[in-house]
C-alpha cells in the first residue's frame, strides 16, 4: 500500500525559508509525477510545483525565483525548498503522487496528509 509521508512544516518568518520533504513507501515503481499543492483557509487546493519523470517542471508563477523542487527517484522522495518566504505562502501543503498506469496497474493518484506551513513575525 503507497503512502505518502511528508515533513518539514512548521513557522517561519517573512524572508525565511523552510524545507518540505516527502516519502512515498510502499511503491515498487517510480511515479510518473511527484510534487506539491497547498490549500489556504477558503480557498482551493493550487499547484505549487510538480517534476515530472523525465525532468520537466511545472511552477505556479506565485512561487518562481523563490521555490524549487527536486526529486530523488532512488528515495522515491520529492522536497520543496521554499525561500524568501511570504506571509501570502500559509498554507497547509499536499504532496502528490501521480501513476499514469500501465497495462497491467490501474492509473492513480496519492495525496499526503499535509502539513501546515506558517510565515509570520
Not at 57 to 62: F, G, H, K, N, T
Request: glycine share 12%; net charge negative.
Amino acid at each position: 500500500q503507497v503512502q505518502l509521508v511528508e515533513s518539514g512544516g512548521g513557522l517561519a518568518q517573512p524572508g525565511g525559508s523552510l524545507k518540505l520533504s516527502c516519502v512515498a513507501t510502499g511503491a515498487s515503481f517510480n511515479f510518473n509525477a511527484m510534487g506539491w499543492y497547498r490549500q489556504a483557509p477558503g480557498n482551493q487546493r493550487d499547484k505549487v510545483a510538480v517534476e515530472l519523470s523525465g525532468g520537466a517542471l511545472e511552477v505556479a508563477d506565485s512561487v518562481k525565483g523563490r521555490f524549487i523542487i527536486s526529486r530523488d527517484y532512488a528515495k522515491n522522495a520529492v522536497y520543496l525548498q521554499m525561500n524568501n518566504l511570504k506571509p501570502e505562502d500559509t498554507a497547509v501543503y499536499y504532496c502528490k503522487a501521480e501513476d499514469w498506469g500501465t497495462p497491467h496497474r490501474d492509473e492513480h493518484d496519492y495525496w499526503g496528509p499535509g502539513t501546515q506551513v506558517t510565515v509570520s513575525s
